[in-house]
């Protein structure tokens, strides 16, 4: 009879699931309606459940239930949350996704005409240093030293060419360490599930590059990338990295690189502009903006913008090595067979979206981009592009304890096939 009862429970399971289980499909497009490939679709309960929209937006997956909501992420845009019980799951969906620039509040900022007197300089730089000090005050209280733990699902699309080399999803648990001695934002990646795509060219041609027909002194610079080791590399760190507290104390007190304006009734914008160049040789751009809740200073969003110009008047020669690591790169286009590099342009982007949560400011959303390219001495010209977003799940804010080494080895890794 024990036998038995397992035996029902076991069928009534599956016959639950095969009736809750469906698929479904649509198409992602833009306001516009162009259909936005490589768009991240995955279940809110079930993250690890999941695809991707191919070139023309178009995206069909299984789901185990319509019991759910799907989140739809993609760098630039707004995040979509749609609730499969509310819709008819059986019709193929349509889902806009609205613009959402990586650099929050820069370019809606005006600065209103004001009829009063007025300020002088200094009297402008005292009320900014007023108020950064009560920024940093707040902060003390928004960003406690306690451990915090975020469930993330985390895209990365690499370009080059305009063709997609990379699509990587990391799926895990990220915890940022804040009560240990050391830097603020020292954190730790646990992962669950890794999904990578990878162009078969590109692929193809990592495989094929053999560090030993190259000469030692020849490698010197290529040798310490471990090209096969995919579970090692963890570019997703790269969009997480931006602590606030340390970020904001260590320039507070440089008052002249700080503006202040009023965005709205409720926000005030506080930027930092911060510039080092070498005339002809090299100009490096860095820009801080902060949305602040004006009753509460409380930020909002963190967003941080560095741009570098950087010529070499002689051009420096890549090594055979060096040489055949960005030829597995260069997409629609020959290999070079030699390369002077003589400049290379580029621009980062970081947003950190915040919201309240156990009266301590946590993270809801982070995106990262990189763009630029690099010029040899004949105006050759190669382009690149990477895009991250890390779309926080879930936020636990007490009694959070480091992973161990072992724990942090634990995850898979799972190859994905190109969209068609």
Same mark, same amino acid.
């Given at each position: 009879?024990?036998?038995?009862?397992?035996?029902?429970?076991?069928?009534?399971?599956?016959?639950?699931?095969?009736?809750?289980?469906?698929?479904?499909?649509?198409?992602?497009?833009?306001?516009?309606?162009?259909?936005?490939?490589?768009?991240?679709?995955?279940?809110?309960?079930?993250?690890? =459940?999941?695809?991707?929209?191919?070139?023309?937006? &178009?995206?069909?997956?299984?789901?185990?239930?319509?019991?759910?909501?799907?989140?739809?992420?993609?760098?630039?845009?707004?995040?979509?949350?749609?609730?499969?019980?509310?819709?008819?799951?059986?019709?193929?969906?349509?889902?806009?996704?609205?613009?959402?620039?990586?650099?929050?509040?820069?370019?809606?900022?005006?600065?209103?005409?004001?009829?009063?007197?007025?300020?002088?300089?200094?009297?402008?730089? *005292?009320?900014?240093? *007023?108020?950064?000090?009560?920024?940093?005050?707040?902060?003390?209280?928004?960003?406690?030293?306690?451990?915090?733990?975020?469930?993330?699902?985390?895209?990365?699309?690499?370009?080059?060419?305009?063709?997609?080399?990379?699509?990587?999803?990391?799926?895990?648990?990220?915890?940022?360490?804040?009560?240990?001695?050391?830097?603020?934002?020292?954190?730790?990646?646990?992962?669950?599930?890794?999904?990578?795509?990878?162009?078969?060219?590109?692929?193809?041609?990592?495989?094929?590059?053999?560090?030993?027909?190259?000469?030692?002194?020849?490698?010197?610079?290529?040798?310490?990338?471990?090209?096969?080791?995919?579970?090692?590399?963890?570019?997703?760190?790269?969009?997480?990295?931006?602590?606030?507290?340390?970020?904001?104390?260590?320039?507070?007190?440089?008052?002249?690189?700080?503006?202040?304006?009023?965005?709205?009734?409720?926000? =005030?914008?506080?930027?930092?502009?911060?510039?080092?160049?070498?005339?002809?040789?090299?100009?490096?751009?860095?820009?801080? =903006?902060? *949305?602040?809740?004006?009753?509460?200073?409380?930020?909002?969003?963190?967003?941080?913008?560095?741009?570098?110009?950087?010529?070499?008047?002689?051009?420096?020669?890549?090594?055979?090595?060096?040489?055949?690591?960005?030829?597995?790169?260069?997409?629609?286009?020959?290999?070079?067979?030699?390369? &002077?590099?003589?400049?290379?342009?580029?621009?980062?982007?970081?947003?950190?979206?915040?919201?309240?949560?156990?009266?301590?400011?946590? =993270?809801?959303?982070?995106?990262?981009?990189?763009?630029?390219?690099?010029?040899?001495?004949?105006?050759?010209?190669?382009?690149?592009?990477?895009?991250?977003?890390?779309?926080?799940?879930?936020?636990?804010?007490?009694?959070?304890?480091?992973?161990?080494?072992?724990?942090?080895?634990?995850?898979?890794?799972?190859?994905?096939? *190109?969209?068609?």
């Amino acid at each position: 009879m024990k036998i038995k009862s397992i035996i029902i429970v076991v069928l009534l399971c599956i016959m639950q699931y095969g009736l809750w289980a469906a698929k479904i499909e649509g198409k992602v497009v833009n306001v516009k309606g162009e259909g936005l490939s490589y768009v991240s679709i995955y279940l809110k309960n079930h993250p690890e =459940v999941g695809t991707i929209t191919d070139i023309n937006g &178009r995206f069909s997956m299984e789901i185990p239930s319509v019991r759910d909501s799907l989140i739809v992420t993609l760098v630039g845009y707004e995040t979509m949350f749609v609730d499969l019980t509310k819709v008819n799951t059986d019709k193929s969906m349509r889902i806009t996704m609205k613009d959402q620039p990586v650099i929050l509040n820069e370019v809606v900022v005006h600065v209103q005409k004001d009829s009063k007197k007025k300020k002088s300089k200094k009297e402008e730089r *005292a009320e900014i240093q *007023a108020f950064l000090k009560k920024v940093y005050d707040r902060i003390l209280v928004d960003f406690p030293s306690k451990n915090v733990r975020h469930k993330v699902v985390s895209d990365l699309t690499a370009t080059s060419g305009g063709q997609v080399v990379l699509f990587d999803e990391w799926i895990g648990n990220i915890v940022e360490l804040r009560d240990i001695k050391g830097p603020a934002d020292s954190i730790q990646m646990k992962m669950e599930l890794n999904k990578r795509y990878i162009n078969k060219d590109v692929k193809g041609s990592i495989e094929s590059y053999n560090p030993n027909d190259y000469s030692k002194r020849d490698r010197r610079h290529v040798d310490k990338v471990d090209l096969n080791s995919v579970k090692k590399i963890q570019p997703h760190k790269i969009a997480w990295e931006l602590d606030v507290q340390q970020l904001f104390y260590r320039y507070m007190f440089d008052v002249k690189h700080w503006t202040m304006v009023e965005k709205d009734a409720s926000t =005030v914008v506080l930027t930092l502009t911060l510039t080092n160049k070498l005339p002809g040789i090299y100009k490096l751009v860095r820009k801080l =903006v902060y *949305a602040v809740d004006r009753d509460t200073y409380s930020i909002k969003t963190l967003s941080e913008r560095v741009s570098a110009e950087v010529n070499i008047p002689f051009g420096y020669k890549l090594s055979s090595a060096e040489l055949a690591i960005l030829n597995a790169f260069v997409l629609d286009q020959e290999g070079f067979e030699k390369y &002077r590099l003589k400049s290379l342009n580029g621009t980062t982007c970081r947003n950190n979206i915040f919201h309240r949560q156990d009266n301590q400011q946590v =993270v809801v959303e982070k995106n990262f981009t990189a763009d630029g390219y690099i010029v040899d001495n004949k105006d050759n010209k190669v382009r690149f592009s990477t895009k991250i977003k890390t779309k926080v799940l879930s936020v636990e804010t007490q009694g959070v304890k480091p992973y161990s080494a072992t724990e942090l080895k634990s995850g898979r890794i799972q190859n994905m096939s *190109a969209p068609q």
